[in-house]
Nanobody
Framework: VQLQAFGGGLVQAGGSLRLSCVAS????????MAWFRQAPGKEREFVAG?????????YEQSSVKGRFTISKDGAKNTVYLQMNSLEPEDTAVYYC???????????????WGQGTLVTVSS
């Protein structure tokens, strides 16, 4: 599966952005899509995830739940990450990724998009 992520940019604290990830290729309903982020000097971390074939969603517990929402449009093979109430600590490169099942570990993902930079100014 090929993934293309876009939608990043520069936003002030408190603002919003919506990231999109378009998938092409062979997509299985059991497949799992996630957004990760990587800030400078930090490890890549799981942000949110969703299955193609269900409504179940998963979030990193502490810092994004309640502010970020993951969703999908199956007809467009697109996964979104709506980010509200952005904080400077959300500044990172955001990646979409695909796996065969739900996991929070980046090493278990087989498909990666190219990343899109989100910069939140204070």
């Amino acid at each position: 599966v090929q993934l293309q992520a876009f939608g990043g940019g520069l936003v002030q604290a408190g603002g919003s952005l919506r990231l999109s990830c378009v998938a092409s290729g062979r997509i299985f309903s059991s497949g799992f899509m996630a957004w990760f982020r990587q800030a400078p000097g930090k490890e890549r971390e799981f942000v949110a995830g969703i299955r193609w074939g269900s409504r179940n969603t998963y979030y990193e517990q502490s810092s994004v739940k309640g502010r970020f929402t993951i969703s999908k449009d199956g007809a467009k093979n697109t996964v979104y990450l709506q980010m509200n109430s952005l904080e400077p600590e959300d500044t990172a490169v955001y990646y979409c990724a695909g796996a065969t099942t739900y996991t929070r570990h980046p090493e278990e993902y087989v498909d990666w998009g190219q990343g899109t930079l989100v910069t939140v100014s204070s």
